[in-house]
């Protein structure tokens, strides 16, 4: 089976195919922003158009627009072609790129805070919920020594402690998690309430 992976939550606009576990081809690099004008040509420029028996997007907790532009491709990639679409949290492609028993991933969020949630393996699998909190705040949550993704280094500063890894969100990493981990619906996770308000 090819499956076609799509990861735009974080500052990278990442690709890839993969079948049988194994990866065809990817196309990966740190965008900071530009995501909707790169994903649907990295797409097509892959082996046959991109075209695969299944999608799997990456979705979030990470940049509200980056969510919404991978998914929405997804979405319309597996309405064209009809085949299924399946989503992944972000936080646990960024946790498949580090091989440790017990790890925490912490990825910026946004308005001072992090994303975070402890990881533990193999198989790769969720040790805790996800939450936004501030590094302050969880510092005193999180204890594991590995701390990997784009706010590791504000978490271990935070409480004095641990190894800060630079990890990103590489799609040709999906072929690392297990079933369990791939098998969401293709709908947003914020990670946190909405910052826009009803009006009164």
């Known amino acids: 089976m090819r499956r076609l992976v799509i990861e735009t939550s974080g500052a990278e606009c990442s690709v890839a195919l993969i079948e049988d576990g194994e990866i065809v081809a990817e196309r990966h690099k740190r965008v900071g922003r530009g995501h909707a004008e790169r994903l649907i040509p990295w797409i097509a420029a892959l082996p046959g158009g991109g075209r695969a028996d299944e999608v799997l997007v990456g979705c979030g907790p990470g940049s509200f627009t980056g969510v919404r532009i991978a998914i929405a491709a997804a979405r319309g990639l597996g309405l064209g072609w009809g085949v299924p679409v399946h989503g992944m949290s972000s936080l646990a492609l960024v946790a498949a790129g580090y091989h440790a028993d017990d790890l925490t ?30 590094p302050e705040a969880a510092a005193g949550l999180y204890e594991n020594r590995i701390v990997i ?8 500063a935070a409480r004095g402690f641990g190894e800060a890894v630079s990890g990103e969100g590489r799609a040709a990493n999906a072929c690392l998690l297990p079933d369990a981990l791939t098998s969401l619906a293709p709908r947003p996770v914020y990670g946190r309430g909405a910052d826009a308000r009803p009006m009164a």
Not at 111 to 130: K, S
Not at 149 to 156: D, F, H, Q
């Open 105 to 134: 991933v912490a990825v910026e969020g946004g308005h001072g805070e992090i994303f975070v949630q402890d990881f533990a393996g193999q198989p790769l699998h969720e040790a805790g919920p996800l939450r936004s909190l501030t």
């Open 149 to 156: 993704g784009s706010g590791a280094e504000r978490l271990v």
